[in-house]
Structure formats: C-alpha cells, structure tokens
C-alpha cells in the first residue's frame, strides 16, 4: 500500500468517557467499514489516546509538520 495514495486524510474526535464505549462500537462496526467501500480508499486506521499536541503562538507562525 505504501506509495500508492495521493491523500492522506486525518480526523481527530474528542468522545467523553461516557459515551466511549458506544462510540467504538459505531466506529468499527459502521464507520470503518462503510469508509472502505469508498472507491478509492486503500485502508483505514484508528489509533487511540496517542499524544496530546498543545502549542502557543505569538506572532507570524505557521502551521506544525504533522507527527505521523
């Protein structure tokens, strides 16, 4: 799969911990699957609680490399 995609497309979603547990399911029983039937969509990857990123800006500033 590596080299053959144009785009990579990131989202980030911030779910209480009450409602985690529903949140999941949605997720990798509806979400990733429908996401897959997309023509064009090589793979899908979820990664949980990995980093925090916080930043202060004063200034002209740009924008950060992402981390991947």
């Known amino acids: 799969m590596a080299g053959k995609a144009k785009y990579l497309m990131i989202a980030s979603m911030d779910v209480d911990a009450e409602h985690d547990a ?3 399911e949605v997720y990798d029983q509806e979400h990733v699957p ?3 039937m997309v023509p064009g969509v090589l ?3 979820a990664v949980k609680n990995l980093f925090v990123l916080s930043a ?9 490399a992402p981390v991947i």
């Not at 202060?56 to 950060?64: L, V």
């Open 34 to 36: 429908n996401l897959l």
């Open 43 to 45: 793979g899908v990857s």
């Open 56 to 64: 202060t800006c004063r200034g002209n500033c740009r924008a950060p």
């Open 22 to 24: 529903i949140f999941n």
